[in-house]
């Protein structure tokens, strides 16, 4: 197979599990600014969960794929990718942890002495916090993947996930630049995902190349782990924006009590 023919293919796969556009509520909301800063919070700390849960998984994937490797370059390079993630996620959260401290402190000027929170911290509120079911879903289907499924039966699945991922991160860095006054550094962690580099896209295509001359693509395995990774991804964003909205109606009532 030539190098066309797995560009077909992984097309093919991101345009079969690409989400739907009205599915996220959440990203339409930090690209014009008017997500809270508990969902800023929110996605900060969840994301360091899933990034150390994915690199774990990628590195699992790259050992069981050591017979082909091409595709354990692939997996080892997104493995590389969570550790760069990592440290730039912690730039985020300390902007973040800021973002949420002069909201906070904007609500205590209001209520008057004694009001407003107890503040976030440089690190962007990880004390105390308890990860949301449905944002944790994804990271432990990856890990199911990664000691279950075909190596050969994820690239492509993974490969359209990412491209998603992607356009949610160019979209939230321009809100974040545009409404919530976030610098480069800032914004780091999601330019990373947004534009990846012209090497990823050819580590993936050597890695689909690499399993369809073997003849080991799986592609009702393809399928059903890129449906699955695309309802688990919606599931994160609607668990982030749910958890603003508990926050919110407790407010409300609060005051309606006061």
Same mark, same amino acid.
């Given at each position: 197979m030539g190098r066309t023919e797995a560009r077909d293919l992984l097309e093919r796969a991101r345009a079969e599990f690409a989400p739907d556009p009205g599915a996220n509520r959440t990203v339409p909301l930090i690209e014009r600014g008017e997500a809270g800063a508990g969902v800023l919070r929110a996605l900060a700390l969840e994301e360091r969960a899933v990034v150390a849960a994915d690199r774990r998984a990628f590195l699992r994937l790259a050992e069981r794929a050591a017979a082909m490797p091409r595709c354990a370059a692939y997996y080892a390079e997104l493995a590389r990718g969570e550790e760069v993630a990592a440290g730039r996620l912690e730039d985020f959260a300390r902007a973040v942890g800021a973002v949420a401290d002069a909201a906070e402190g904007a609500r205590g000027r209001e209520d008057g002495p004694g009001g407003g929170g107890h503040g976030h911290g440089p690190e962007g509120g990880g004390h105390g916090y308890e990860p949301r079911p449905g944002c944790q879903a994804y990271p432990a289907f990856v890990?199911? @993947? &990664? @000691? +279950?499924? *075909? =190596?050969?039966?994820?690239? @492509? *699945? %993974?490969?359209? +996930?990412? /491209?998603?991922?992607?356009?949610?991160? *160019?979209?939230?860095?321009?809100? %974040?630049? #545009?409404?919530? !006054? %976030?610098?480069?550094? &800032?914004?780091?962690?999601?330019? @990373?995902?947004?534009? =990846? /580099? =012209? #090497?990823?896209?050819?580590?993936? %295509?050597? &890695?689909?190349?690499?399993?369809?001359?073997? !003849?080991?693509?799986d592609e009702a395995a393809v399928r059903r782990h890129g449906r699955l990774l695309r309802s688990y991804e919606a599931g994160f964003w609607d668990a982030l924006l749910e958890g603003q909205e508990d926050q919110e109606g407790q407010g409300a009532r609060k005051g309606r009590e006061r």
């Open positions: 890990a199911w @993947l &990664a @000691l +279950n499924a *075909a =190596p050969a039966g994820t690239v @492509l *699945a %993974l490969a359209a +996930n990412f /491209s998603a991922w992607g356009g949610y991160c *160019a979209r939230i860095a321009k809100g %974040l630049r #545009e409404h919530y !006054g %976030l610098d480069d550094t &800032a914004c780091g962690f999601f330019d @990373l995902f947004a534009t =990846p /580099s =012209p #090497e990823y896209e050819e580590t993936v %295509l050597a &890695a689909v190349q690499e399993w369809s001359d073997a !003849g080991r693509i």
